[in-house]
Nanobody
Framework: QVQLMESGGGSVQSGGSLRLSCAVS???????????MAWFRQSPTHAREGVAA???????EYADSAKGRFTISEDKGEHALYLQMNNLKPEDTAMYYC???????????????????????????WGRGTQVTVSS
């Protein structure tokens, strides 16, 4: 059973930093050679949107709002996904979710970070989220 668990959220002031973590378990990695993972966020005023994505060979893509401030990374040994967020802004306030999909095409990363498709359709497995609140 694939499970994802986010952590690292919290409350910070504008300009601050947070590092989100996502622990992944239950995956048969030997059969998931073309997997990809992503961070999404959702707030009461915005639909779920992609923030950053990474595939099994380390290629990354970012939403325009995240470029230059956020960094997605993966620790394959620990089966963990990270999102380093710097220079946070009040508009970054949201619930942040990690997601994983077993087989991703070349276009998956761009589609995820440009909201070209519904996130719930693109990714089969999701965590429960971690709240990030940025005050001005």
């Amino acid at each position: 059973q694939v499970q994802l668990m986010e952590s690292g959220g919290g409350s910070v002031q504008s300009g601050g930093s947070l590092r989100l973590s996502c622990a992944v378990s239950g995956v048969t990695w030997s059969t998931w050679s073309t997997y990809c993972m992503a961070w999404f966020r959702q707030s009461p005023t915005h639909a779920r949107e992609g923030v950053a994505a990474i595939n099994s060979i380390g290629r990354t893509e970012y939403a325009d709002s995240a470029k230059g401030r956020f960094t997605i990374s993966e620790d394959k040994g620990e089966h963990a996904l990270y999102l380093q967020m710097n220079n946070l802004k009040p508009e970054d306030t949201a619930m942040y979710y990690c997601a994983i999909e077993a087989h991703c095409t070349e276009e998956y990363l761009i589609a995820a970070t440009t909201n070209a498709q519904r996130p719930e359709v693109m990714f089969s497995f999701w965590g429960r989220g971690t709240q990030v609140t940025v005050s001005s």
